[in-house]
């Protein structure tokens, strides 16, 4: 079984900056893509980074050249930089692993619980 802890959410001014860190445990024999994905109250769950193994990024338009996805193959982790920060960034983000389970060679993608996001003064 593989699981996703996340962490580094909370409360931020706008312009402020938050890490977020999501670690995965458990069989896994190789992880191909992560990312991070976000929802706010009242819409639905939106992309927000992804980035594959090879360590090819994918942003959303609306956080391009304020956030940044980034992953230490070694500790099976992912991160996202969050910086200038903005109240429409208000969300809780999940984080979510594309990998392949050890023990049965079998491809399973998996998602955080989920962490809460809140920027505002």
């Known amino acids: 079984q593989v699981h996703l802890v996340e962490s580094g959410g909370g409360l931020v001014q706008p312009g402020g900056s938050l890490r977020l860190s999501c670690a995965a445990s458990g069989s896994i024999l190789s992880i191909n893509a992560m990312g991070w994905y976000r929802q706010a109250p009242g819409k639905e769950r939106e992309l927000v980074a992804t980035?594959?193994?090879?360590?090819?990024?994918n942003y959303a338009d609306s956080v391009k050249g304020r956030f940044t996805i980034s992953r230490d193959n070694a500790k099976n982790t992912v991160y996202l930089q969050m910086n200038s920060l903005k109240p429409e960034d208000t969300a809780v983000y999940y984080c979510n692993f594309a990998l392949v389970v050890y023990a049965t060679h079998r491809y399973l993608e998996v998602w955080g619980q989920g962490t809460l996001v809140t920027v505002s003064s």
């Open positions: 980035i594959t193994s090879g360590g090819t990024t």
